[in-house]
């Protein structure tokens, strides 16, 4: 199975950077993925990192560590539409599918 | 369609009723999941469709829940004898298939709330 661990809440201040951590232990990883999910809605598809290294999209950034069973998700100059919870996904080859778990996601509070 | 489409986005049910939840995916995707997350939770695998593949039925909690895709399209939900535990928002997602697109990440419907009473 899969193991996964993410901070349940976090605050931050407008305008500043934060940094979502996630571990994982799985066999046969084959990718991590971040979703934002505001209240109520469905989540929607932030980032993927297969690679060793950081992939950056625009205020949001992603690094993965794969011998560490580590990521993070770095978002700058914070918005007060960040605020939302922000999910680790980890894919992996188990019983011949390739299944994606999620983590069950990091509160995210922007504040003034 | 430009989106992935679930119906109905709320359903109240008798406790023993059978349900069906419907999701209609993005055109092209051949991939096709659900999930459910109870309230404050995570996402809960249940069900994997790809292609013409036998699907992962590996995260159903019980023999009451099925579901089908027909066409390699739309896929229905079926939960029999519902119980109060099964209440939770179920969420369909779709993809391209990841072994040919490995970074593409899931489009997600809106959901079906389910409240069981």
């Known amino acids: 199975g899969q193991n996964i661990d993410q901070p349940t809440e976090m605050t931050a201040t407008e305008g500043a950077i934060v940094q979502i951590n996630c571990t994982y232990q799985t066999s046969g990883f084959n990718g991590l993925f971040w979703y934002q999910q505001h209240a109520g809605e469905a989540p929607t598809f932030l980032s993927y990192?297969?690679?060793?290294g950081l992939e950056e999209k625009g205020r949001f950034s992603s690094f993965l560590s794969r011998s560490k069973g580590y990521s993070y998700l770095l978002l700058k100059e914070l918005q007060m539409k960040d605020s939302a919870s922000y999910l680790c996904a980890v894919r992996a080859f188990s019983g011949g599918y390739q299944k994606v778990t999620f983590g069950t996601g990091t509160k995210l509070q922007v504040i003034p | 369609g430009a989106g992935v489409s679930q119906s109905p986005s709320n359903k109240v049910t008798e406790k023993g009723k059978d349900v069906e939840l419907r999701c209609d995916p993005i055109?092209?995707?051949?991939?096709l999941y659900w999930y459910r997350q109870s309230l404050g939770q995570g996402l809960e695998f249940l069900i994997y469709f790809q292609g013409n593949s036998a699907p992962d039925k590996s995260g159903l909690p019980s023999d009451r829940f099925s579901a089908e895709r027909t066409g390699g399209s739309v896929s229905t939900l079926t939960i029999q004898r519902t119980q109060q535990e099964d209440s939770a928002v179920y969420l369909c997602a779709s993809s391209a298939s990841p072994q040919k697109y490995p970074n593409y990440g899931y489009t997600f419907g809106s959901g079906t709330r389910l409240t069981v009473v």
């Open positions: 055109s092209g995707h051949t991939a």
């Open positions: 990192n297969v690679l060793d």
